[in-house]
């Protein structure tokens, strides 16, 4: 390779990083920002609905609890939910 190829191999090569380092830093931004406005705001509390199911095939009744946040099903109660986050209240209102 000539000289010239060179320089312009190096210049290419300095203009594909700096792209990537400010492709990096803007969504390093982003993302703080995003973390920023999400720890300003009210965590979602709610509490656990208990409701009686019947599973396909089974005579036996089951308790299954919805979260009252995100209405998704789920087998236990657990102090948060694991779908929407929100920190759970530990009383269970039946329906």
């Given at each position: 390779?000539?000289?010239?190829?060179?320089?312009?191999?190096?210049?290419?090569?300095?203009?594909?990083?700096?792209s990537i380092?400010?492709?990096?830093?803007?969504?390093?931004?982003?993302?703080?920002?995003?973390?920023?406005?999400?720890?300003?705001?009210?965590?979602?509390?709610?509490?656990?609905?208990?409701?009686?199911?019947?599973?396909?095939?089974?005579?036996?009744?089951?308790?299954?609890?919805?979260?009252?946040?995100?209405?998704?099903?789920?087998?236990?109660?657990?102090?948060?939910?694991?779908?929407?986050?929100?920190?759970?209240?530990?009383?269970?209102?039946?329906?």
């Amino acid at each position: 390779m000539n000289r010239k190829s060179e320089e312009l191999k190096e210049k290419q090569i300095s203009e594909v990083m700096a792209s990537i380092e400010n492709r990096v830093r803007h969504a390093y931004n982003q993302g703080y920002e995003q973390g920023i406005k999400a720890s300003k705001q009210e965590p979602k509390t709610g509490h656990w609905i208990a409701e009686k199911i019947y599973p396909p095939l089974s005579d036996a009744q089951r308790t299954v609890y919805r979260c009252s946040c995100c209405d998704l099903h789920f087998g236990c109660v657990s102090n948060y939910c694991p779908t929407c986050g929100a920190k759970m209240e530990m009383r269970i209102r039946n329906e």
